[in-house]
């Protein structure tokens, strides 16, 4: 089955940091942009960064800019999002997922492949 596994979640403090990792199962992530989308109790998923195969532009919500980070090693077949100054709203499973090429925007309707996702927990 073709789909993304997802680690690194966890429980942290108000202000802590977590590294996400996403790595396909099933093929290769050279020529996909990837996606990282969360998803709290009771709202829908939501678009949050996304990064482009080509030349790795990089997209993000308003809601994680200058907090998050999204990375990838092709070599690893990894892409990365590193989560800082996490607050209680950052509370979500959070999931990857791949779009053809380039990033169309942060819509999950437009991505495929999706992994079952790492739950970040922000409390004190």
């Known amino acids: 089955q073709v789909q993304f596994v997802e680690s690194g979640g966890g429980l942290v403090q108000p202000g802590g940091s977590l590294r996400l990792s996403c790595s396909p199962s099933g093929f290769g992530l050279a020529n996909f942009a990837v996606g990282w989308f969360r998803q709290a109790p009771g709202k829908e998923r939501e678009g949050i960064s996304c990064?482009?195969?080509?030349?790795?532009?990089?997209y993000y919500s308003d809601s994680v800019k200058g907090r998050f980070t999204i990375s990838r090693d092709n070599a690893k077949n990894t892409v990365y999002l590193q989560v800082n100054s996490l607050q209680p709203d950052d509370t979500a499973v959070y999931y990857c997922a791949a779009h053809n090429l380039f990033c169309p925007n942060l819509l999950p309707r437009n991505y495929d492949y999706w992994g079952q996702g790492t739950q970040v927990t922000v409390s004190s």
């Open positions: 990064i482009s195969s080509s030349d790795g532009s990089t």
